[in-house]
């Protein structure tokens, strides 16, 4: 006799919800650390770590992983600094891109539905942001290497 106290897992729509507040906060978060990604990897690691206090999923496991991973590679290889932030916002944006199309199909009458999705709009606008910077320091880089052989 099972008395059903493991409750019901969240439906998709309220994971999206909760899931919006994960892509405008590190949005921002990526956004910072691609305009800041000098301030050294411990920071990197850091945020990588964060990621899991939102939660325990493949996405959020395997996103802290890789960040951390390139954070420590950045700090011991010379050029690999501008992956974590860039990683970190490719990943924020591609929740973000899950989150609208879960609020394409459902939710339309849900009064958290247009707050949802300012969220998530806002953290994928922020880490397109943080990607091209990232991407601008590494041209840089690259610029100042092939300036200086």
């Known amino acids: 006799m099972s008395l059903n106290l493991s409750g019901s897992a969240p439906s998709p729509y309220i994971n ?9 906060t590190f949005g921002i978060i990526a956004l910072l650390g691609s305009i800041f990604f000098f301030i050294g990897g411990a920071v990197a690691i850091g945020v990588g770590l964060a990621v899991s206090g939102f939660g325990s999923g493949y996405y959020y496991r395997t996103l802290r992983l890789t960040v951390v991973v390139l954070a420590i590679l950045g700090m011991v290889l010379d050029g690999f600094g501008f992956s974590a932030p860039i990683v970190l916002a490719a990943g924020v944006a591609w929740k973000g891109k899950t989150i609208f199309e879960r609020l394409a199909l459902e939710g ?20 397109g942001i943080g990607i091209l910077i990232s991407f601008g320091w590494l041209g840089l880089f690259l610029i100042g290497k092939a300036v200086s052989a």
């Open 16 to 24: 999206a919800v909760n899931d919006a507040r994960f892509v405008r």
């Open 108 to 127: 339309k009458d849900d009064p958290d539905w247009e707050v949802t999705r300012k969220r998530a709009q806002t953290g994928m606008i922020l880490s």
